[in-house]
C-alpha cells in the first residue's frame, strides 16, 4: 500500500482544512487508517483513525469535537476535515494503514504504511 497526502496548508486560528490521503492497492477496505502529526521538536503523536469497517471512530482529546476523520473505501481515500483550528495544531500530519492484528489504534506500531506528510500551519 503506498499512500499520498495532501490537503495541508497556511490557515488562521478558528479556520478549517481537509486533508486528503490517497492509497494505491486493492485491499485498501481491509486496513485501519490513521492520522498522526508531529510538530517541530516533538514526537509523532496520534490523531484520529478508523477501522476498516468505517463504523467507529477514534480522536486525540485535543482534536476532539473539532477533528473529523472519514473514509470512502470506493475512492481509496481517507479525510481529516479539521475545523476550529488551533495555533498548536500546527505540525506535519501523516496518514497511516495497518491491517488490524490487535493493539491500539494510537500508537505508531498498529500501522504498516504511512505517507510522507503534509504541512499544517495555524497562524493567530
Known amino acids: 500500500v503506498q499512500l499520498q497526502a495532501s490537503g495541508g496548508g497556511l490557515v488562521q486560528a478558528g479556520g478549517s482544512l481537509r486533508l486528503s490521503c490517497a492509497a494505491s492497492?486493492?485491499?485498501?477496505?481491509?486496513?485501519?487508517l490513521g492520522w498522526f502529526r508531529q510538530a517541530p521538536g516533538k514526537e509523532r503523536e496520534f490523531v484520529a483513525a478508523?477501522?476498516?469497517?468505517?463504523?467507529?471512530?477514534y480522536y486525540a482529546d485535543s482534536v476532539k469535537g473539532r477533528f473529523t476523520i472519514s473514509r470512502d473505501n470506493a475512492k481509496n481515500t481517507v479525510y481529516l476535515q479539521m475545523n476550529s483550528l488551533k495555533r498548536e495544531d500546527t505540525a506535519v500530519y501523516y496518514c497511516?494503514?495497518?491491517?488490524?492484528?490487535?493493539?491500539?489504534?494510537?500508537?505508531?506500531?498498529?500501522?504498516?504504511?504511512w505517507g510522507q506528510g503534509t504541512l499544517v500551519t495555524v497562524s493567530s
Open positions: 497511516a494503514a495497518g491491517i488490524n492484528r490487535g493493539g491500539s489504534y494510537s500508537h505508531t506500531g498498529f500501522y504498516d504504511y
Open positions: 492497492g486493492r485491499t485498501f477496505s481491509s486496513y485501519a
Open positions: 478508523i477501522p476498516w469497517g468505517g463504523l467507529s471512530t
